[in-house]
């Protein structure tokens, strides 16, 4: 990328500040996980009390060591598993996840526990998944046990999922190389007015 994509510009913030800005804006509370240079990110985000930082001292082992990390500190703060009723799972380099997405991925969550079906739940879009993910409790254990190297999303596809279809391509739009954070950057600006 040229530079640390978590803190590229992003408008009046960074790419991992648009993320969190986002899940506050959803009413979340959020936690930021972070392994590769986590001092940096957490002096980033040091004057923000609303934000929980996590660290994963293991990430070189993959990005489950991170989701494992984060979703530990959700079920000690909840007092133990069972008093979360999940967490949702979205990537720092993913800045144009719409408030919209949350919202909607939540709604099915709640009605899917309310019937008894606590499962995970995708953001889609024309039946393609996107993020975020909404994982139940009911999961954390199984994500437990998975070996270092798994990915989350074979796991989450082979126990059980559901999703909600939302109108908005910023689900897909991770910054994976210096065109897709120019591309994406750039629209984002255009749809909030800035230049």
């Not at 979340?28 to 240079?37: E, F, I, K, N, Q």
């Not at 060591?65 to 979360?84: C, D, K, T, Y």
């Not at 910054?175 to 909030?192: G, Q, W």
């Amino acid at each position: 990328m040229g530079a640390w994509k978590p803190l590229l510009p992003w408008g009046a913030t960074t790419v991992c500040g648009a993320v969190v800005e986002t899940v506050l804006r959803a009413g979340l509370c959020p936690v930021l996980v972070a392994g590769y240079r986590a001092s940096e990110l957490f002096d980033a985000f040091a004057d923000r009390p609303e934000l929980r930082l996590v660290e994963n001292p293991d990430w070189e082992r993959g990005m489950l060591g991170s989701i494992r990390a984060g979703l530990s500190s959700i079920a000690a703060e909840a007092g133990g598993p069972g008093g979360a009723s999940g967490c949702f799972v979205a990537l720092a380099d993913m800045p144009r996840i719409p408030v919209a997405a949350f919202e909607a991925v939540a709604a099915e969550a709640a009605r899917l526990a309310v019937e008894g079906k606590p499962t995970a739940v995708f953001a889609a879009l024309g039946g393609r998944l996107g993020h975020p993910v909404w994982i139940p409790a009911a999961m954390f254990g199984g994500l437990a046990a998975l070996e270092p190297d798994s990915r989350l999303r074979e796991y989450l596809l082979a126990s059980g999922w559901d999703s909600v279809e939302v109108d908005d391509d910023g689900i897909f739009a991770d910054l994976d190389t210096p065109e897709a954070y120019a591309a994406s950057h750039d629209a984002a600006m255009r749809e909030t007015g800035n230049k």
